[in-house]
């Protein structure tokens, strides 16, 4: 049974830091392009981030660059997303998604993804 499940999320003031883990089951983990989505209240599920199968690339969407993280380890399995200066803008449920593409380019453009995890809440209090 393919599954993503995501940790980390919770309550933070504004300026702080979360690290969002995800982790997957039921999938040649190493092979697949991973990558987080968020969806704010109100609004639909949006990019933030994605990781190539090696890691070796990664690709945000602009308003995150320099605070957001993409990270995965592919021993455990695992993707990750640090947060840096958490905003209030940034409170969400935060998807984590795989794609079976294996390829970047197409991945990146499209943000096309195949598996979603169940979210994790993250709340910015200012």
């Known amino acids: 049974q393919v599954q993503l499940v995501e940790s980390g999320g919770g309550l933070v003031q504004a300026g702080g830091s979360l690290r969002l883990s995800c982790a997957a089951s039921?999938?040649?983990?190493?092979?697949?392009?991973m990558g987080w989505f968020r969806q704010a209240p109100g609004k639909n599920r949006a990019f933030v981030a994605a990781i190539s199968s090696n890691g070796q690339s990664t690709d945000y969407v602009e308003s995150v660059k320099g605070r957001f993280a993409i990270s995965r380890d592919n021993a455990k399995t695992t993707v990750y997303l640090q947060i840096s200066d958490l905003k209030p803008d940034d409170t969400a449920v935060y998807y984590c998604?795989?794609?079976?593409?294996?390829?970047?380019?197409?991945?990146?453009?499209?943000?096309?993804?195949?598996?979603w995890g169940q979210g994790t809440q993250v709340t910015v209090s200012s």
């Open positions: 039921g999938l040649t983990f190493n092979t697949m392009i």
């Open positions: 998604a795989a794609a079976y593409s294996s390829s970047w380019y197409q991945v990146s453009k499209s943000h096309q993804f195949d598996v």
